[in-house]
């Protein structure tokens, strides 16, 4: 938590907004960041017990937002799997904290032409 004079600022909510995903994006970008390792879809939804289309979903989504990378594994049988592995904590961090930013500066113009 983050004790901002009269209001408490829980850290994750912070960085979740900030990136503006939902609770199961937040959850599988926490769970990525703790592992840095690659994983498919199918072993995401088993460790995070949560539904495969909701991995699916967060995964795609942590993509375009060029958070997570995607690299493809051709199987001998045919087909491919996608594995996922977080991009670069330095720039998730950046992207948070130019977020904060941008809101000190609005609220600072704001107070300014109060």
């Not at 939902?22 to 970008?29: D, G, I, Q, T, V």
């Not at 375009?64 to 720039?91: C, H, M, P, W």
């Amino acid at each position: 938590m983050i004790d901002f004079a009269c209001k408490k600022f829980d850290l994750e909510e912070v960085i979740k907004c900030s990136l503006g995903l939902s609770k199961a994006e937040f959850r599988l970008l926490k769970f990525m960041v703790e592992h840095e390792k690659k994983f498919t879809t199918d072993e995401l939804a088993k460790k995070l017990n949560l539904d495969k289309s909701t991995i699916q979903r967060s995964v795609k989504k942590l993509h375009e937002k060029n958070i997570l990378t995607r690299s493809q594994i051709n199987q001998s049988a045919g087909g491919y799997v996608f594995l996922y592995r977080v991009k670069d904590k330095t720039n998730i961090r950046k992207i948070v904290t130019d977020t904060i930013d941008n809101w000190v500066s609005v609220f600072k113009k704001k107070i300014a032409d109060w």
